[in-house]
């Protein structure tokens, strides 16, 4: 370490007492003069020192793109003047790639690189050297800084922008108009050689088309090139580097190139004349046929329009250009007639709505042709003689009077007979009728034109050689007014006179109205039918009349109801009248004669009742109504329940009616004679014992003989009930009161017992209790007393 140091100071004192070259060199197996780089600098005795700076000696490294070799490729030589040759010094490379892309030999200063390098990817590497101490790793020059600069080959062919280019041009154009433009590109260095100079060149395309070869502008080089003919073309462009020369890489495009559509070609007619049929019946609007004409451009520019240019036919048809299709259909402007005309002529034409001024000598761009068109005939109907017919008639005319004719014709050549009719749907009264031979028409029925003062009627003229040909015509019937109304009150009028008026005092103003209208217009006049000392009626002319007082003072208890007739007359001829009868009610009023009360409440206040006592007395009547009717409501749905209510009754019940019987001798109570005469029996006996729910029909059987045994009897009506489904199941003892042969009633016994009284032993009613002791000691009793005799 003290050795290092004073090596150190020696080497100062050297360097600033003797000036000495130092230099840094780079150097590559090509001899090169290398550059020095001076300084300046000041010494201790004050004077300027001059020294030559150590630094490199250098020059730009260039290396070729894309080495081959199995080798490391070299790239050039470091070299200091520092260097001896002793390997005391170390070079270290630093900067783009450097210890990858390039590596350096660190005793010798060469320079390799690892691997094939691309220029496209970069142009130039910035790499910084410098050369240490190997022992002290002191730098003993300062870092330098050197680029490595690729150098480009052509190893890249041009590529265009886009692999299809897609363009169009219109047709007819003239030789150089452009149609597109194609760019490719060179990834090589253009600033290097030829190897990114681009000339253009088509390969397919030709004769029609052409490329300038700096710009790769397409233009068209045929003239009048017809769209009809052809529209699509391929074109193939070449792109090739090297100025185009041999040796240069290439790439190519495909260009389709469409032509576009211009108006050069005019409208054809296929067929210079058209025939078309349409019967005479045809309505208004309905198309015949249509014409077309051809044109060979397309979209905008074949757009037509069809017209009517002459021809005896031109106010009877019209042209309509469909859009759509581009033809021109033919239809029916005014009705057609057979018999008038049969054949029409017209000439029809079609042009071009958008005509391009270019094309002009190509022209006319429209076309014309014939169309006839003839006229069928066919069965027409009955045509009126005019469109509506009106009526006027009075309302009193008599019954079967004409009120006006129609008239219709058979527009055929052969003019069949005509029938009339009338459509009763517009008649349902059936006021009206028609002769049907000659279509007058008269009434049937009387008129009022109160009623109705209009009828519209249809009537209906049909070939009697064709009734399905028919034609309706509107007949309208106007009913004119005749003075056969009376007029009449307007209105009913409640008037009441004060008990305290005067003489001439306004009690009632009245009008009239009348269901006529005469073409004056109404006029009524008022009179008394008769002199009335109380009243008196004064017209006031214009169809309204007053009711004025007569006397002073009206009594209500004398007379409270005054009868005025007043005659009412209209103005029209002739005359009519009427007689309307104002009822005149006397009241008590104040002193500004506001009515207070009339005769009618005033009879009601002796009787002590007020108009609340009436209405109270009314409401408790409908409350008591409905009360009888809720009452009654409720009874009818009272459910039907049995008279046993026990519901644990199955009918194995005992009914009691405490009716003792009065044994044979009650003749009575019960009659033998029913079983003797089964035929006696009219309706099956219902049940007592409940309230039966339905009643069915009884079933008549055979009466049985007169001398038919009782027992016979009772057996039948027994198989009969077993066997009768609408018999009721129920499980009641039925009692016939059967004594035997031997009794008149005979047994009274239905259940045939055989055994006899003695057979049978009676203890075990002692075995019951105490409310079988009775029974017991009369049945127990019995046998005792048998055995003992």
Known sequence: MIIQQVLLLVLLWVCLLHPCLTAMVFSRTTDHQPKAFAARGTGSDGKTLHRQKRGWMWNQFFLLEE???????????????????????????????AGTLFVIDERTGDIHATRRIDREEKAFYTLRAQAINRRTLRPVEPESEFVIKIHDINDNEPMFL?????????????????VVQVTATDADDPSYGNSARIIYSILQGQPYFSVEPETGIIRTALPNMNRENREQYQVVIQAKDMGGQ????????????????????????????VHFRIQESSPVGTPIGSVKASDADVGRNAELEYRIVDGDGRDMFDIVTQKDTQEGIITVRKPLDYENRRLYTLKVEAENLYVDPRFYYLGPFKDATTIKISVEDVDEPPIFSRSSYLFEIHEDIEVGTIIGTVMARDPDSAAGPIRFSLDRHTDLDRIFNIHSGNGSIYTSKMLDREISQWHNLSVIAAEINNPKEMTRVSVYVRILDVNDNAPQFAVFYDTFVCENARAGQLIQTISAVDKDDPLGGQKFFFSLAAVNPNFTVQDNEDNTARILTRRNGFSRHEISTYLLPVVISDNDYPIQSSTGTLTIRVCACDSRGNMQSCNAEALLLPAGLSTGALIAILLCIIILLVIVVLFAALKRQRKKEPLILSKEDIRDNIVSYNDEGGGEEDTQAFDIGTLRNPAAIEDKKLRRDIIPETLFIPRRTPSAPDNTDVR????????????????????????????????????????ESGTTEGD?????????????NKLAEMYGGGESDKDTS
């Open 67 to 97: 080495y081959t070799g199995s080798d490391y490729q070299y790239v050039g030589k470091l070299h200091s003047d520092q260097d001896k040759g002793d390997g005391s010094l170390k070079y270290i490379l630093s900067g783009d790639g």
């Open 162 to 178: 886009e692999e299809v280019y897609t363009a169009s041009v219109p047709e007819m154009s003239v030789v150089g108009t452009s």
């Open 246 to 273: 041999m040796g240069g890489l290439s790439g190519t495009t495909t260009v389709n190139i469409t032509l576009t559509d211009v108006n050069d070609n005019p409208p054809r007619f296929p067929q210079s004349s």
């Open 712 to 751: 016979d009897f009772i057996n039948q009506r027994l198989k009969e009930h077993d066997n009768d489904p609408t018999a009721p199941p129920y499980d009641s003892l039925a009692t016939y009161a059967y004594e035997g042969n031997d009794s008149i009633a005979e047994s009274l016994s239905s259940l």
């Open 760 to 772: 049978q032993n009676y203890d075990y009613l002692k075995e019951w209790g105490p409310r079988f």
